[in-house]
């Protein structure tokens, strides 16, 4: 397969997760808001700065108001991880491909884009407006990934779609524990408060995993839930379960098996991800510290993306496309996490 068009399938799907992803962050102060006690404001900055959005964002606002965060995060072009300009990217790579991707890939995506730019932010005025309108996105995504696992063949293309998806899936898992820890930085008296606990089930609600959390553990404790969405080898959107498949699917397109060792310095540092996952347990995360240990495993997948692009993307002249993709998801929330505390 070209470099070019494994570039282009695999970040379509990093960017259909990404949206996907956004809509979901923005859940979470949605759930809890539903939950907060009156005199707890609601906080939006923490959005921000976990998905390292905090310091473009300043650039062109005051104050990281409700309204103001959820506009930068869906509509606002100047941002290039935001929904519309994801989408766009998905959409554009999905065009320079459309002899290699499925019809119903094209139909599904392209239309998702003309919705998404014909909505006025206006519809954002009503809070039940809101919540409807994001989880429309997230269906519509998952009705994205769903088209393509029915109507494409298990060949080099569906591996390079898996691999960035799930690369992309585990980077927003572990920014979206970061929510909870920027949350309470703000008031480090509500560790185990029943504030905290409205904190965790909103992190858990957030990427659909209350259900499946209660099904598996009766009590609903930070330790549990941490170890639920990094360890969990069986949840779809639990850290390890991300690294394995995408483990597997960077195997298979070099021809080889993860369990007769790795061949190229991407398979080696996405299986070192996956042993050092595998070794660990919660308690090891918490004597770490939650924070630091996400942030060292950003830093990691970050290095994986780039293992990739200099093994399958830095063939061709496509190699300054990928390079400025790659760019728009680069950092961690840990290097803007001094700035934002002083």
């Not at 509509?75 to 935001?82: I, T």
């Amino acid at each position: 397969m070209l470099s070019r068009v494994a570039n282009s399938i695999y970040w379509m799907n990093r960017y259909m997760e990404r949206v996907e992803n956004y809509a979901r962050f923005v859940g979470v102060n949605f759930n809890l808001a539903l939950d907060l006690p009156p005199d707890v404001d609601e906080q939006w900055e923490p959005l921000l700065i976990a998905t390292a959005d905090h310091y473009l964002f300043y650039k062109y606002y005051d104050k990281p108001t409700k309204e103001d965060v959820i506009h930068f995060l869906t509509f606002d072009k100047r941002n290039p991880n935001s929904i519309i300009s994801c989408l766009y990217e998905a959409r554009e790579n999905a065009r320079t491909i459309r002899e290699t991707i499925s019809k119903e890939m094209w139909e599904s995506i392209n239309t998702f884009y003309l919705s998404i730019r014909a909505t006025s932010p206006d519809k954002f005025r009503n809070m039940d407006h809101m919540q409807a309108y994001f989880t429309d996105i997230r269906q519509s995504c998952q009705l994205f990934h769903g088209v393509v696992d029915t109507s494409i063949t298990r060949n080099e293309a569906w591996h390079f779609g898996r691999l960035g998806r799930h690369i992309e899936r585990g980077d927003k898992c572990s920014r979206f524990l970061d929510v909870k820890y920027f949350t309470l930085q703000q008031d480090s008296g509500t560790s185990g408060s029943t504030l905290d606990l409205m904190l965790w089930t909103a992190v858990l609600k957030s990427v659909s995993a209350y259900n499946m959390y209660r099904q598996t553990h009766r009590a609903l404790t930070s330790m549990n839930i941490v170890a639920f969405l990094i360890l969990d080898k069986l949840f779809p959107r639990s850290i390890a379960y991300c690294v394995r498949q995408a483990e597997l699917s960077l195997y298979a397109i070099g021809g080889s098996i993860p369990e007769r060792g790795h061949n190229n310095p991407a398979e080696r540092a996405l299986s070192k991800i996956r042993s050092e996952l595998e070794f660990t347990d919660v308690e090891e995360i918490f004597k770490t510290g939650l924070h630091d240990y996400l942030d060292t495993f950003q830093t990691k997948n970050n290095e994986v993306d780039t293992a990739i692009f200099n093994m399958y993307f830095g063939l061709e002249n496509g190699q300054s496309q990928s390079q400025s993709q790659s760019q728009s998801m680069g950092q961690t929330s840990g290097q803007f996490r001094t700035q934002w505390m002083n």
